[in-house]
């Protein structure tokens, strides 16, 4: 498989590390390793780092001035696009829905968005239910008009472009794998826009690793979210030339640890987010990691894992942590 056909930057710090998870997997009974996806670099990292080195690549491509993309509030798509744009000096404007309906300072002014501004870029907030896209798409048509020459991030960065740097993670992981003799069984994760389970998929099956990808929902309901994940992933295999090697039960999500909604922190994602930084010394947080990690925890606890090696791969996002510190109070 042949990645270096399409345009990408390197500006992630790559390989990520990949380091067992002691005092976890001793309280859980299973073996769990973590792949730091928290650690790519700009502006602290997570998972879109690696979408948008190819993503802004194509943006570089088209001579693009100006970037635009949308996300919740606490959006760590936007913040990593910020850096980017920051590094290539291009505009960039990020457009906030109101997902949560949360109305403090810290929420709409500290953690991602204050390194949204930090960054330079402009923000607009929309209120919870806006056709986001169609709000995007109208900004970049304004920005247009002035002369500008705009490249429009979908949310999360999920569109076959930005999950080729999925694919190149499963491949890296299988990679670190094989150098260690580290048969793998599962890899777990937080899913949302789709990007990332879909690119781990495709990138799992291209390389033949039969390695399975759980994903943990933080949004929407199992159906959709493996509908969203399998349409992605199949659009993703054309894009590499390689059509039809994702089935439909390839793509399996579990969306029972999303509580009341987006955003919404749930008891057993704080206290996922406590046992890992208490055992581990590793920040989750509130919207995606710590539920991903949520899920993982407790399907550990019912032996679902018994005998396995797991793979928690951490997307990011502990900035969103002093967007939310009132959940950790009390
Ligand atoms: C965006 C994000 C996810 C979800 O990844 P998708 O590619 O959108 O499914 C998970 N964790 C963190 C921290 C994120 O920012």
């Given at each position: 498989m042949h990645l270096a056909r399409f345009p990408r930057l390197h500006l992630a710090h790559l390989p990520t590390p990949l380091e067992p998870m002691e005092r976890l997997s001793k309280e859980l009974g299973c073996e769990i390793w973590i792949k730091r996806d928290d650690c790519t670099g700009m502006s602290t990292g997570g998972n879109k780092?690696?979408?948008?080195?190819?993503?802004?690549?194509?943006?570089?491509?088209?001579?693009?001035?100006t970037v635009m993309t949308q996300g919740a509030t606490q959006t760590n798509h936007g913040r990593q696009t910020a850096a980017f744009a920051a590094k290539l000096g291009m505009d960039c404007h990020i457009l906030l829905e109101d997902r949560t309906g949360y109305n403090n300072d810290n929420y709409n002014g500290n953690g991602n968005v204050l390194l949204d501004h930090l960054h330079g870029a402009t923000t607009e907030k929309f209120p919870g239910g806006t056709d986001m896209p169609a709000e995007m798409e109208k900004a970049a048509e304004a920005e247009r008009a002035k002369g500008k020459t705009v490249y429009v991030i979908p949310g999360g960065g999920s569109n076959p472009t930005g999950a080729l740097g999925y694919v190149n993670c499963a491949f890296e992981l299988v990679g670190q794998a094989n150098d260690r003799g580290l048969v793998i069984d599962r890899v777990v994760h937080a899913t949302g826009s789709s990007g990332t389970q879909a690119g781990l998929v495709t990138g799992m099956k291209a390389i033949?690793?039969?390695?399975?990808?759980?994903?943990?929902?933080?949004r929407a309901p199992q159906p959709k979210q493996e509908q969203m994940v399998y349409d992605l992933a199949c659009r993703t295999a054309e894009k590499l030339g390689c059509p039809g090697i994702v089935a439909r039960e390839d793509v399996m999500a579990n969306t029972d640890y999303v509580g009341e909604g987006y955003g919404l922190p749930?008891?057993?994602?704080?206290?996922?987010?406590?046992?890992?930084?208490?055992?581990?010394?590793?920040?989750?947080?509130?919207?995606?990691?710590?539920?991903?990690?949520?899920?993982?925890?407790?399907?550990?606890?019912?032996?679902?894992?018994?005998?396995?090696?797991?793979?928690?791969?951490?997307?990011?996002?502990?900035?969103?942590?002093f967007g939310y510190d009132f959940a950790f109070r009390g």
């Amino acid at each position: 498989m042949h990645l270096a056909r399409f345009p990408r930057l390197h500006l992630a710090h790559l390989p990520t590390p990949l380091e067992p998870m002691e005092r976890l997997s001793k309280e859980l009974g299973c073996e769990i390793w973590i792949k730091r996806d928290d650690c790519t670099g700009m502006s602290t990292g997570g998972n879109k780092t690696r979408k948008l080195e190819f993503l802004m690549a194509e943006a570089v491509e088209m001579g693009a001035d100006t970037v635009m993309t949308q996300g919740a509030t606490q959006t760590n798509h936007g913040r990593q696009t910020a850096a980017f744009a920051a590094k290539l000096g291009m505009d960039c404007h990020i457009l906030l829905e109101d997902r949560t309906g949360y109305n403090n300072d810290n929420y709409n002014g500290n953690g991602n968005v204050l390194l949204d501004h930090l960054h330079g870029a402009t923000t607009e907030k929309f209120p919870g239910g806006t056709d986001m896209p169609a709000e995007m798409e109208k900004a970049a048509e304004a920005e247009r008009a002035k002369g500008k020459t705009v490249y429009v991030i979908p949310g999360g960065g999920s569109n076959p472009t930005g999950a080729l740097g999925y694919v190149n993670c499963a491949f890296e992981l299988v990679g670190q794998a094989n150098d260690r003799g580290l048969v793998i069984d599962r890899v777990v994760h937080a899913t949302g826009s789709s990007g990332t389970q879909a690119g781990l998929v495709t990138g799992m099956k291209a390389i033949n690793s039969g390695i399975p990808v759980l994903g943990i929902g933080t949004r929407a309901p199992q159906p959709k979210q493996e509908q969203m994940v399998y349409d992605l992933a199949c659009r993703t295999a054309e894009k590499l030339g390689c059509p039809g090697i994702v089935a439909r039960e390839d793509v399996m999500a579990n969306t029972d640890y999303v509580g009341e909604g987006y955003g919404l922190p749930t008891e057993s994602g704080l206290e996922a987010i406590r046992m890992f930084a208490e055992l581990e010394g590793i920040l989750l947080d509130p919207v995606y990691s710590g539920k991903g990690a949520a899920g993982l925890i407790d399907l550990a606890r019912k032996g679902e894992f018994e005998g396995q090696r797991i793979v928690f791969l951490h997307t990011g996002g502990a900035v969103g942590l002093f967007g939310y510190d009132f959940a950790f109070r009390g």
